[in-house]
Structures are given as C-alpha cells and as structure tokens.
C-alpha cells in the first residue's frame, strides 16, 4: 500500500505525559499536513510543510504542540504535558504540489489521555 | 474562506442516485468547491472538486450553480460503501490549501 501511513494507530496515556505520533506521506508529495479531529466533529487544520518547511503553524493549539520535517520525507507531531482535552484523532494528509492540491489522509492515530 | 451549509443527515437507497447538497453562498471568485468524505474509522477521502464547470470522474458527478453559490454531489448507483459523513469544502486551490471541514452531510445508503 502506497498510502500515507501513521503510526501508532492507538496511543493511549496519561495525563502530563508527553506523546510523539509519526507520519510517512506518499513518496511524491512534498505538502504535508497535520488535522485533529474531535467526536462528532470535522478535522481542524494544525500545521502545514512544503517539503521540510514549517509554513503555517499558527493553527497549532497551544505551545504544547509542536511539528517537525526534518528531511520532508515523513513527520512528526509532538504533543508535550498531555491533557485529558488533547484526546482525539490526529490526523495527516499529503498533496502532490504543481497544481494538485487534493489531500490524501492517514488514517489517523487515535489518542486517549486518561 | 467561504462556510458551507449542508443537511445533517440523508437517506438514499442502494442503487439508486444519492444527491447531496450543499450551500456555499459567500463562496468568492477564486475559491474552489472539494468534496471529501470519510468513511467510520477512517481518514477523510477526497472525491473531487471544481470551479465553475460540473465535473466527473469515476466516484461521483459535481453540479455548481450557474451563480456558485450552491452544489450537488452525485453518487450515481449508491451502494452500502458509500456510508459515510460526506463534506463540502470551500477554498482556494493553491499550495498551503488548509481545509476548513464543517460537520458534514450524514449519508445512510440502505439495502
């Protein structure tokens, strides 16, 4: 399978503990993104790259949020001081770039924070 | 970006066409309609999008008004796989695209 793959797919932790949740894109896509999806809700926007470029990251929710590209191959979204608030999917998606734009998901990595 | 109004949840018949629609009247010149879905337990799938033009390809059909403000996705024969939370997205179709998801239309598609 030649999709974005997350890994792991269940993280379970607790509270004040820090947690780090990776992200392999499709091979071609130089865009990555990361989205955290709550119950019932739609994914909201985290953070962008464009190959190793952090270009949007305003959307991060806090300080205790933090992304990294370091090759613009696979990423890494760290989540420091966990809160039972931060349980949720977190989600990552990669773009073609060059005028494709069309995101392609992972399937998340599911997060609970007892 | 422009917000979408969608229909909280629909019903469609294996089979048969399943037509969700979607509002979008703040929806500005350069700003494209996508059409993602997502499947229980799953990431978000894209299906397709357009500008002005009705599109298609080998998931569904995309039918924009001639004023933009509005949308259809076509699911021609709908079949039980194609269960899922369906979302209307408006943005601009350049790079650091981030997609602004509301709640989505809930499709039920029944034997």
């Known amino acids: 399978d030649t999709g974005v793959s997350q890994d792991p797919r269940h993280k379970i932790t607790k509270r004040g503990q820090n947690v780090t949740f990776r992200c392999d894109p499709i091979?071609?896509?130089?865009?990555l993104y990361w989205y955290r999806q709550t119950l019932g809700q739609g994914p909201e926007f985290l953070t962008y790259?464009?190959?190793?470029?952090?270009?949007?990251k305003s959307r991060l929710l806090s300080d205790r949020f933090s992304a990294e590209r370091p090759k613009g191959s696979f990423s890494t979204l760290e989540i420091q001081r966990t809160e039972q608030g931060d349980s949720a999917m977190y989600l990552c998606?990669?773009?073609?770039?060059?005028?494709?734009?069309?995101?392609?998901f992972g399937p998340g990595t599911r997060l609970t924070v007892t | 970006d422009a917000k979408t109004t969608q229909p909280t949840s629909m019903d469609c018949a294996e089979g048969r066409a399943a037509n969700l629609p979607c509002n979008h009247s703040?929806?500005?010149?350069?700003?494209?309609v996508y059409w993602y879905r997502q499947i229980h337990s799953q990431g978000p799938q894209y299906i397709i999008h357009g500008l002005k033009n009705n599109e298609t390809n080998e998931m569904a059909s995309l039918i924009i008004t001639e004023d933009r403000k509005s949308s259809t996705l076509i699911l021609p024969h709908a079949t039980l796989r194609d269960t899922a939370v369906y979302y209307c997205i408006v943005g601009q179709n350049n790079a650091g695209n981030m997609l602004t998801f509301g709640g989505g239309t809930r499709l039920m598609v029944k034997p």
């Open positions: 790259f464009q190959n190793e470029a952090q270009l949007e």
């Open positions: 091979s071609e896509h130089n865009r």
């Open positions: 703040t929806i500005s010149g350069n700003e494209y």
């Open positions: 998606a990669s773009s073609l770039g060059g005028g494709v734009y069309e995101q392609y």
